[in-house]
């Protein structure tokens, strides 16, 4: 027997967990990064970079603990990488695998990470990125 309670109760449950939610952008497998670098039309495909010519690099977003301002958006930097000719394939926020210092005014080790071909890593190293030593 159902108590009164029990489908809201299973309802809300649902909700909360997620249900069937869709990945978002960024939890995308790679395939779909690749799908962006050059389309996703079939006679395409011997241009796209294999899975192995991709690569993860990373900024730090300069965002301080304590801080009422959030750092620098993935769109900005994403932006940076762009303007010097340099496709993003997918892109996310990373952490410093660093320990960090629990204290106000200190850098707290996010990272924006952008997944992009090794033959544009020297660029991306010009502004600053560097290839994510952990590549997720």
Do not use: Y
Not at 22 to 37: D, F, G, V
Not at 98 to 104: D, E, L
Request: charged share 25%; glycine share 10%; proline share 7%.
């Amino acid at each position: 027997m159902v108590t009164r309670f029990g489908l809201p109760l299973f309802l809300l449950g649902f909700l909360v967990t997620g249900g069937c939610k869709t990945p978002a952008a960024s939890e995308r497998p790679p395939e779909r990064a690749l799908e962006k670098l050059g389309g996703s039309d079939t006679s395409k495909s011997a241009q796209l970079p294999e899975q192995s010519d991709l690569v993860w690099v990373a900024k730090p977003d300069e965002a301080k603990s304590c801080a009422t301002q959030k750092g620098i958006s993935l769109d900005v930097m994403a932006g940076e990488l762009e303007k010097a000719g340099v496709k993003v394939a997918q892109r996310k926020k990373l952490r410093d695998p660093r320990p960090r210092i629990q204290m106000c005014g200190v850098d707290r080790g996010d990272l924006n990470g952008f997944l992009i071909s090794k033959q544009h890593v020297e660029k991306a190293e010009i502004l600053g990125f560097k290839v994510h030593q952990n590549n997720p």
